[in-house]
């Protein structure tokens, strides 16, 4: 018998923890507030159980919600941050932290100006290294040595991408630097003032990276994202919309509103889950 391809051997151990645990499961909300909300009581929940919690963050307009439902969740009801760490999955070349449209900023705006989150225990790949891919080698060795992302929070772009993990990136890809889509520079442009704005690279975590989390959730929300959540959780797995390989992630939850999860084939099954296994049962 032929012996395995490590990249073979990687999809072997995927598929062995995918059969140990729950896989993906959908979760569809009736609008994006109340997806966002839900997010949020996820992550606090994951939080509370383990202050020393190594979060995975992402950016973006739909994270706003969230990030302002854990704000309020540590105002009014004493959420902790003092003792958790954040990685972020990605930032923009060229862009300096006290740029307006860095993710640098973006996440002190957000989040963790308004929260007791240790500012040394917050990490972000810096755009502006000397040395990119020496950068994106340090950015991987300090997920390392923090045992690891325990939670990861996605969003997914209008290509499928998680990440910057544009069409045709690598399943096993690690944090690297990335030329980003012409969709995803138009996505992106009402944040830069144009499409001329927008830089054409970012420092990315890979898809490898993103799905060795110990959890993953991904939100999104309104009719624009419709045909990609289909696709990205139920169609074929393919480098070419990189959030495909969240099928293969044994503990994955898409948080979805209606007009996202509008072009779902199984919407119904998903709604009966949700409302009635256990584990959603302080959640409904």
Same mark, same amino acid.
């Given at each position: 018998?032929?012996?395995?391809?490590?990249?073979?051997?990687?999809?072997?151990?995927?598929?062995?923890?995918?059969?140990?645990?729950?896989?993906?499961?959908?979760?569809?909300?009736?609008?994006?507030?109340?997806?966002?909300?839900?997010?949020?009581?996820?992550?606090?929940?994951?939080?509370?159980?383990?202050?020393?919690?190594?979060?995975?963050?992402?950016?973006?307009?739909?994270?706003?919600?969230?990030?302002?439902?854990?704000?309020?969740?540590?105002?009014?009801?004493?959420?902790?941050?003092?003792?958790?760490?954040?990685?972020?999955?990605?930032?923009?070349?060229?862009?300096?932290?006290?740029?307006?449209?860095?993710?640098?900023?973006?996440?002190?705006?957000?989040?963790?100006?308004?929260?007791?989150?240790?500012?040394?225990?917050?990490?972000?790949?810096?755009?502006?290294? !000397?040395?990119?891919?020496?950068?994106?080698? #340090?950015?991987?060795?300090? &997920?390392?040595? /923090?045992? +690891?992302?325990? =939670?990861?929070?996605?969003?997914?772009?209008?290509?499928?991408?998680?990440?910057?993990?544009?069409?045709?990136?690598?399943?096993?890809?690690?944090?690297?630097?990335?030329?980003?889509?012409?969709?995803?520079?138009?996505?992106?442009?009402?944040?830069?003032?144009?499409?001329?704005?927008?830089?054409?690279?970012?420092?990315?975590?890979?898809?490898?990276?993103?799905?060795?989390?110990?959890?993953?959730?991904?939100?999104?929300?309104?009719?624009?994202?419709?045909?990609?959540?289909?696709?990205?959780?139920?169609?074929?797995?393919?480098?070419?919309?990189? !959030?495909?390989?969240?099928?293969?992630?044994? #503990?994955?939850?898409?948080? &979805?509103?209606? /007009?996202? +999860?509008?072009? =779902?084939?199984?919407?119904?099954?998903?709604?009966?889950?949700?409302?009635?296994?256990?584990?959603?049962?302080?959640?409904?």
């Amino acid at each position: 018998m032929a012996e395995r391809t490590g990249a073979e051997l990687f999809f072997v151990r995927i598929r062995f923890r995918s059969w140990l645990y729950s896989g993906v499961e959908v979760i569809i909300q009736p609008d994006k507030e109340t997806a966002a909300r839900l997010v949020a009581r996820i992550l606090a929940s994951d939080l509370r159980a383990k202050p020393q919690l190594v979060l995975g963050l992402a950016t973006g307009g739909t994270m706003e919600s969230v990030y302002q439902n854990l704000v309020r969740m540590h105002r009014e009801e004493g959420l902790d941050f003092s003792h958790c760490q954040t990685f972020n999955l990605d930032e923009y070349v060229g862009l300096t932290a006290a740029d307006p449209s860095s993710y640098h900023h973006y996440m002190h705006h957000h989040l963790f100006r308004a929260v007791n989150v240790a500012a040394g225990n917050t990490h972000l790949p810096e755009g502006t290294a !000397a040395n990119l891919d020496e950068e994106c080698r #340090r950015y991987e060795a300090l &997920v390392r040595q /923090a045992g +690891g992302i325990d =939670l990861q929070l996605l969003g997914i772009g209008k290509a499928g991408h998680i990440g910057f993990n544009e069409p045709l990136s690598a399943l096993r890809s690690r944090t690297r630097v990335k030329a980003l889509a012409p969709a995803t520079i138009q996505q992106n442009a009402p944040f830069f003032g144009g499409e001329a704005k927008v830089p054409r690279r970012a420092i990315t975590m890979g898809v490898g990276t993103i799905i060795e989390a110990r959890r993953c959730v991904l939100l999104a929300t309104g009719d624009s994202k419709a045909d990609v959540i289909a696709q990205a959780v139920e169609g074929p797995i393919t480098s070419m919309v990189s !959030a495909t390989a969240l099928q293969l992630h044994p #503990r994955c939850t898409v948080v &979805v509103d209606e /007009a996202a +999860g509008a072009k =779902l084939k199984e919407k119904e099954y998903y709604r009966w889950i949700f409302a009635n296994e256990p584990e959603w049962e302080g959640y409904r």
